[in-house]
């Protein structure tokens, strides 16, 4: 059984810095796609950024490339997003995701696992 655990969520003030962490069990995240996406209150859950096994990183959009980073630690089977130079519109429940298939997550529907979310506040 694969779980997804997510920490690291908070309040924060805008142009502040975050890091959250995705902990893994029941499998190596190694050779998993992982991805992270968001939902703030009334909007559909959006994909965010992912990292293919092969180690490429996908962005969404201009909006969080430079600012949003995706790495992993496989040693400690942890995939992380650190987020930096954050904004009001950046809040929102943070989701962590994996799939171990060729297909790299980009879309819910390519999603097998999640975790179970975490808080992102960012004042104005």
């Known amino acids: 059984q694969v779980q997804l655990v997510e920490s690291g969520g908070g309040l924060v003030q805008a142009g502040g810095s975050l890091r959250l962490s995705c902990a893994a069990s029941?499998?190596?995240?190694?050779?998993?796609?992982m991805g992270w996406f968001r939902q703030a209150p009334g909007k559909e859950r959006e994909f965010v950024v992912g990292?293919?096994?092969?180690?490429?990183?996908?962005y969404s959009t201009d909006s969080v490339k430079g600012r949003f980073t995706i790495s992993r630690d496989n040693g400690k089977n942890t995939v992380y997003l650190q987020m930096n130079n954050l904004k009001p519109e950046d809040t929102a429940i943070y989701y962590c995701?994996?799939?171990?298939?060729?297909?790299?997550?980009?879309?819910?529907?390519?999603?097998?696992?999640w975790g179970q979310g975490t808080q992102v506040t960012v004042s104005s």
């Open positions: 990292v293919k096994r092969s180690g490429v990183i996908i």
């Open positions: 029941g499998r190596t995240l190694s050779n998993a796609n």
């Open positions: 995701a994996a799939n171990w298939l060729t297909t790299p997550i980009t879309t819910a529907g390519s999603v097998d696992y």
